[in-house]
């Protein structure tokens, strides 16, 4: 075997223990591998000295580190942080001393031991499962019930500019079906879905983030870190203005492929899927270290690949993919309870995330994760709502997953994936956007219910007005908020509804007229 091939042997045996917590075992995998360094240091030539003293110094920085987070008061260290030309044994040695620990460090993994879940969803109980029957609003015929389970699926579509009502017939479903004790997932873009159910906010401050390299799938038909990958880089040039270039895509590509290796998830053994994902602190260490870090496995595909990158590309790849690699939302140490959304309601406010490229990203991550549980789960069976509907999703603005990001017609889009599959595996999806365009073919053929309230302009109404086959001039004429159309599969025609504003529902509202 190669002296580089040992080095990195222990090396990645000393990461894979790091992220298994078995702390003490890491690190003297590490620090053999630093004494094996000095050890070929003293043999090799004044070039390779050099090669080894950079090496030393990176696994010297990865021992610090683990004794930071394992936080004990005492433990083994390494003295010297420095190799010379002049290379001697005791110039990496091991010796008892007290651990001044990163306080910021010692903070984050403390937070690791506390149980964060109850601290969301303590004391809030959701109702036994019963019926879906929602007086949603006022017709002509009297007060319009919504009810799912006569229905194709659980998807409703809502569309109507700004000041139309929209966000507050989004609120009014998720009152409805938590109040029937349905577990619904609200995401909240603007702050303004105020409910009264558990919260997590994601801003700069909070606790909870998302790990967008978690895999979505551990299926052998569509899983492990290939697809994930793929979707990953796409994600990346959806999200960054103006896209990322072919070779710099490459660069990403195998920046992703090196640091789902280094956690030892491989796409030929579906066994090691299950293994700890890598986050973006990793992808961030592999970018100031991969050309020491070939050195080390100079054959290694990715490094050698990432190792020929220009270093415009280099550049270009860091500045552009910075803020997301360092926003808060991902390099969080608690992730957002994604197993307990099929038990609890939760809304998820990321009106702190000011950006939309970052808002994409987190709310992308979210609805994969989430997917891929209640697909993991398998086919829901039965007829009846609590047989039917596992959970609910409701997402104010869907431009966010939609707008200007790629093909809205992707199959592989999110919002799609649930249009297209939400039946099969118990979701039900409530969407709504100021636009009728920022819904993909996928989710306007698959809604069984369009709600339509009073349009942007002009030309929406129009638009509007051809989605549920109503003259546009009814749409022109529509004023106050709540004021509009519903349509659903088992209509022949549109009717006009006044929704029932969320504020002490249901009312009474005055019988509508006839147009």
Known sequence: MENSDKILELFSRGKKLAKEKMYDEAIANFLDAAELTVQYAKISTEEDKHRYERIANMIIEEIKETKAIKHLTTTKSVESHEIGNDLKPEDIQMKDEPVVSDSSALERETSKEKVLIPDVFENYVLAPKQDIDIPLGETKEGIYHWKPSELMNGIVMITGGSGSGKSDTLKSFAKEL???????????????????????????????????????????LDGGPEPQINRLVQLFDDAVEDGFSSTQLAFIRNLLGYAYQQAHIIQGNPETWKNSPPTFKDVKNIVSTYQTLIEIDPENSYLVSLNTATNATLNAVINRLSPILNHPA????????????????LRINLKSIHTVDMQYIVVDSILHQLFSRLRSKGHVEGSSDEERFRMFVLIDEVKILSGNRGDINDSFNILNRLASESRKFGIGMIVASQVIRHFGRDIRSNSATKIVLRAMDNEEARVNAKEIEIDNKLLKALRKPGLGY?????????????????????IHIEVLEEE
């Open 486 to 506: 519903i349509r659903t599969t088992n209509d022949i025609v549109a009717k006009k509804i006044q929704i029932f504003p969320f504020v002490d529902r249901p």
């Open 330 to 345: 991902f390099v969080t140490n608690e992730m957002i309870p994604i197993g307990k959304l099929t038990e609890f309601p």
């Open 178 to 220: 938590t109040e029937r004790g349905y577990p619904a997932l609200v995401i909240d873009l603007h702050g303004d879905l105020t409910l009264e159910i558990p919260k997590i906010d994601i801003n700069f401050t909070s606790k909870f983030g998302i790990n967008p390299l978690e895999l979505f799938s551990v299926s052998s």
